[in-house]
Nanobody, 130 residues
Framework: VQLQASGGGLVQAGGSLRLSCAASGFTLDEYGIAWFRQAPGKEREGISCIGHFRGNTFYTNYLEGRFKFSRDDAKNMVFLQMNNLEPEDTAVYYC????????????????????????WGQGTQVTVSS
């Protein structure tokens, strides 16, 4: 399982970025897929999650509306469109997969993660200036 995230960069507040995640060595269909981010000094948080075999898409509710998860199965890629970015969105963004993974939330958390053994891609840095 190999994942490569790209598309990060420096953007002004209010701007947009589209992150890509290319998968190789496996077919995305069998995997739950999720985007996460980790800001400096903070714990990792889930952004969006799709269960295996094209299950439902879940978003952390305070990000839904600005962030949109999509996929291109022909290219074996997933994307995260991020609009109206805020300085608080500055973080390293990661894509991740889990074989036959489903999306769930731990009690007391707003964000989703994947069941099963999670494989992580290299992150891509997103920096939003004010």
């Amino acid at each position: 399982v190999q994942l490569q995230a790209s598309g990060g960069g420096l953007v002004q507040a209010g701007g947009s970025l589209r992150l890509s995640c290319a998968a190789s060595g496996f077919t995305l269909d069998e995997y739950g897929i999720a985007w996460f981010r980790q800001a400096p000094g903070k714990e990792r948080e889930g952004i969006s999650c799709i269960g295996h075999f094209r299950g439902n898409t879940f978003y952390t509710n305070y990000l839904e509306g600005r962030f949109k998860f999509s996929r291109d199965d022909a290219k074996n890629m997933v994307f995260l469109q991020m609009n109206n970015l805020e300085p608080e969105d500055t973080a390293v963004y990661y894509c991740a997969v889990a074989l036959r993974g489903t999306c769930f939330r731990y009690n007391g958390r707003w964000d989703y993660t994947l069941t099963g053994q999670i494989s992580w891609g290299q992150g891509t840095q997103v920096t939003v200036s004010s």
